[in-house]
């Protein structure tokens, strides 16, 4: 036997595995994503109603009205998006899976946006949404964090776990099942796109992905395994 027919069946084998961890990137982004938007429905049911408050000037309404239309079309968009996306395997389904998050980044924002003009207060600077859970909605600030014997780097937070890295506390991380594994953080396992396993995406590749997900301090001696590839969004 030749060389070449002995390498064929490895790189047939190679192939197979790259679809599987493709098929299996793609089914948790799904998965997280679909949650995302379950959180962003409720938040947005919860909007004030598009009346004039007492005092309220009308080109404040008109303007208020203005973002609550544009998250509610972010979200209807995110959840189209989540919907055409069904086959791993078809390209045009991977792009529409790599378009929601942005999508919906911005729809949190503009919740938030309409939240805040209700009240009365200024808007919240256009930031993407909490690093370490995105339902937390938009970030506030940007902090330098870093897993203990990690690298620091810069990543957009929410307020309230701004607030516990400011008291030395751990933040509110969204956490994934996996597997064995049991739950690891959601950035974890969320190193590249299932597209082409870049650095880009939202969801690493996993060749069997038993996804499950909840959110709560992760605990230090998590924090601790998390190797400096796994920090970047």
């Given at each position: 036997m030749s060389l070449l027919d002995r390498l064929l069946p490895s790189r047939r084998r190679a192939r197979e595995q790259e679809a599987l961890r493709r098929a299996g990137a793609f089914r948790l982004t799904r998965r997280l994503l679909t949650e995302d938007v379950t959180a962003l429905a409720s938040l947005l049911g919860a909007l004030p109603p598009l009346e004039r408050a007492e005092g309220e000037h009308e080109d404040d309404l008109r303007a208020r009205g203005d973002l609550t239309r544009r998250a509610l079309e972010g979200y209807d968009r995110a959840v189209a998006a989540l919907d055409g996306a069904v086959d791993p395997h078809v390209p045009e389904h991977v792009v529409l899976l790599d378009s929601a998050p942005a999508l919906l980044d911005d729809a949190r924002w503009a919740h938030a946006a309409a939240v805040a003009a209700a009240a009365g207060e200024p808007l919240p600077a256009r930031r993407g949404s909490c690093f370490f859970d995105p339902r937390h909605g938009p970030a506030s600030r940007s902090v330098s964090w870093a897993p203990e014997g990690g690298t620091p780097r810069e990543v957009d937070v929410c307020?309230?776990?701004?607030?516990?890295?400011?008291?030395?506390?751990?933040?509110?991380?969204?956490?994934?099942?996996?597997?064995?594994?049991?739950?690891?953080?959601?950035?974890?396992?969320?190193?590249?796109?299932?597209?082409a396993g870049t650095s880009s995406g939202w969801a690493s590749a996993l060749d069997a992905v038993d996804v499950d997900t909840r959110t709560h301090a992760v605990m230090d001696q998590t924090i601790q395994q998390l190797p400096n590839s796994t920090r970047s969004r």
């Open positions: 307020l309230a776990d701004a607030h516990r890295l400011d008291e030395d506390l751990a933040p509110d991380v969204r956490l994934v099942h996996v597997g064995g594994a049991g739950y690891v953080p959601w950035f974890q396992v969320a190193t590249g796109s299932p597209a």
